[in-house]
Nanobody, 116 residues
Framework: QVQLVESGGGLVQAGGSLRLSCAAS????????MGWYRQAPGKQRELVAT???????NYADSVKGRFTISRGNANRAVYLQMNSLKPEDTAVYYC??????????WGQGTQVTVAS
């Protein structure tokens, strides 16, 4: 199993920045990819960004050029630097880890609120 704990959410004005962190523990050496997803009220959870153990990244079109995902050493952490935040970025942000066997794990989520 893998345990994930997010931090770094909060309230920010439009145009501001936040950095989310996700600390991983447990069977971290079986992690194949990590990522961030978000869910706004009344909407489906959606992909924000992912990063593989090899360092390949993928971003939602809505955040390209504004958000940057990065990893800590040995899959112990994943980060999301969010710049030029918009009110539509308001959501609960969830950390995800996918193992080599295909099983996925989620963190508890952290709230990001962008005021206009």
């Amino acid at each position: 199993q893998v345990q994930l704990v997010e931090s770094g959410g909060g309230l920010v004005q439009a145009g501001g920045s936040l950095r989310l962190s996700c600390a991983a523990s447990g069977n971290i050496f079986s992690i194949n990819a990590m990522g961030w997803y978000r869910q706004a009220p009344g909407k489906q959870r959606e992909l924000v960004a992912t990063i593989t153990s090899g360092g390949s990244t993928n971003y939602a079109d809505s955040v390209k050029g504004r958000f940057t995902i990065s990893r800590g050493n040995a899959n112990r952490a994943v980060y999301l630097q969010m710049n030029s935040l918009k009110p539509e970025d308001t959501a609960v942000y969830y950390c995800n880890a996918r193992l080599t066997n295909g099983r996925g794990y989620w963190g508890q989520g952290t709230q990001v609120t962008v005021a206009s």
